[in-house]
């Protein structure tokens, strides 16, 4: 298992635009890496998957807004955030998957005025 940390969480109006960062103990070859998120009151949910080819996998919800992107040189997989809505309002998640999950700890995001 990899150890996981997300950062790039923040306020943000709607409209706008984060980057989120999720950087691995050690390499993620071989890794399916994803982001989930879970808003107050809600189930955790997923938001997008990049294979380790390099093929990417969006909700519905997120498709066209959101792009998932990774660099196993440097053990971190992206989510690049845009038109963001009070909706995307959750503590994202990052998730490692090779034979077993491996999840980090989250960052908040939040989508106001």
């Known amino acids: 298992q990899v150890q996981l940390v997300e950062s790039g969480g923040g306020l943000v109006q709607p409209g706008g635009s984060l980057r989120l960062s999720c950087t691995a103990s050690?390499?993620?070859?071989?890794?399916?890496m994803a982001w989930y998120r879970q808003a107050p009151g809600k189930e955790r949910e997923f938001v997008a998957r990049?294979?380790?080819?390099?093929?990417?996998d969006y909700a519905t919800a997120v498709k066209g807004r959101f792009t998932i992107s990774r660099d196993n040189a440097k053990g971190t997989v992206y989510l690049q955030m845009g038109s963001l809505k009070p909706e995307d309002t959750a503590v994202y998640y990052c998730?490692?998957?090779?034979?077993?999950?491996?999840w980090g700890q989250g960052t908040q995001v939040t989508v106001s005025s």
């Open positions: 998730n490692a998957f090779h034979g077993v999950a491996s």
């Open positions: 990049i294979t380790t080819g390099g093929r990417p």
């Open positions: 050690g390499t993620i070859y071989g890794y399916v």
